[in-house]
């Protein structure tokens, strides 16, 4: 990343500065707890002149997105929204890198997701969650829900968080409009990957009824927690940036009242919290809200 923002005329410094910040605090919560400074090794002083607040933040505030969100929105803002195969491959490339050269943990996501309106319309990418144990997965789903993503895709998330079963009085699920593309690729081999059980009730994706028998890298953790999904993170973009289609897919259950979300947000903060009492983490209530880097000569 910071290569990467170095070889543009354009400012992509905020996306460094957030991507430092979410995997410092994944280190941060580790077990052990994986210091900055031992991310970053001996480019330490340099990246911290440049960033100093992710060093700063990482011990008390939550970041809004997991590290590989940030990766994404790189390549789309360097490659350019339309060049969906070129995106695609570059972070394939990327990822086998990635996964070649350690053996330690690695933060990437399994499968990239793209939304559009309608054909040739505009292309809203997002990735699943790249997050490394169970907190850390399910810390990141309730901060995304209560921070990033666009209220009807928070809302049908949270239907079902923390866990599983849904409350049996209220439904923030949504119906996608026909004709909405929302279709998923695996990032280690470029497969077209079906939906998984929750993005199917989530937001009533079509089943995968053509009988092959492809097994989606994410279904499992699907189960287990919804949210982790590169559908939920593309739908969400397409929805902030488009109206018309968000309008159309509203929560159908006449039970979604602002009453229930204000009630089923403070339920998510305080199983977050319980969370973050879990990997002993001091939240200041605040989530982290990214910087342009600082001017050095
Ligand atoms: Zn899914």
Known sequence: MLEMSKQTTQDTTVLVDEILHSIFFLGKINKPPISPERILGDRTDEVRALYPEPFKRCSSQLPRRSPFSCVLDMFVHLIGHKKEEDIKRALQVLISYLRKD????????????????ARDSVRYYGVS??????????IMVAA?????WDEYVAGAVMTYFPNKHKNMDIDGTIRLPENVRCEAFSLSD??????????V?????????????NIN??????KHAYGNCAEVESLSNLFKSNRRVKQRARPASESWTEMDKDKKKKDVLTHLRSLLNIVSFRWDTKFY???RARETN
């Open 102 to 117: 350690t053996e330690s943990k690695c933060l990437f996501s399994f499968t990239i997701c793209i939304s559009q309106a």
């Open 129 to 138: 969650m790249s997050t490394s144990g169970r907190e850390a997965g399910r």
């Open 144 to 148: 995304s829900c209560c921070s990033a």
């Open 190 to 199: 470029g497969r077209k990957m079906p939906p998984c059980r929750s993005c």
């Open 201 to 213: 009730t989530l937001f009533s994706l079509p089943m995968n009824n053509t009988g092959n028998t």
């Open 217 to 222: 890298p994410n279904a499992d953790i699907g």
């Open 289 to 291: 809200s990214p910087q």
